[in-house]
């Protein structure tokens, strides 16, 4: 293992369902301990359950109500969330549309999910059954 690095305008860049996400750190990079994900242009995430995987949410820019479990807070910039697996969680944004946040995820890995459903949108694959397949394969379950 190596260390890592990367510029504020790198990073690979994921498209699927007017989102755009940036892969900051990696399964690839990190030797599996943990992924960055950068929110650009984010969706609401609604509830659900990650099975293998920790979440850890820092805002960056706009107001974002979180909820883990039974609680529910709403958060602006430097706010952080914890989201433990196996509980389960939703995500919104006080204005549509508006707010960057990154994700950290452990262990690493889960930016496979992004990838999966940014070459369905680039295949013309990208619905319901895509979703599916990959929350399959990622261990997610929607609520």
């Known amino acids: 293992m190596t260390g890592y690095w990367l510029a504020a305008e790198e990073g690979e860049r994921l498209r699927f369902s007017d989102a755009e996400l940036v892969v900051r750190a990696s399964a690839e990079t990190t030797g599996g301990a943990f992924s960055i994900v950068e929110e650009v242009d984010p969706l609401d995430t609604p509830l659900h359950v990650h099975e293998r995987e920790d979440e850890l949410f820092f805002v960056l820019e706009g ?81």
């Open 63 to 143: 107001r974002h109500v979180f909820c883990v479990g039974d609680d529910e807070h709403e958060v602006g910039p430097g706010g952080t969330v914890f989201a433990p697996r196996q509980v389960p969680h939703a995500h919104r944004r006080v204005v549509s549309r508006t707010g960057r946040f990154l994700t950290m995820i452990s262990p690493a890995g889960f930016e496979g999910f992004f990838r999966e459903l940014s070459a369905a949108e680039r295949d013309g694959t990208i619905g319901p059954d895509a979703y599916a397949r990959a929350s399959e394969r990622y261990g997610i379950t929607w609520l």
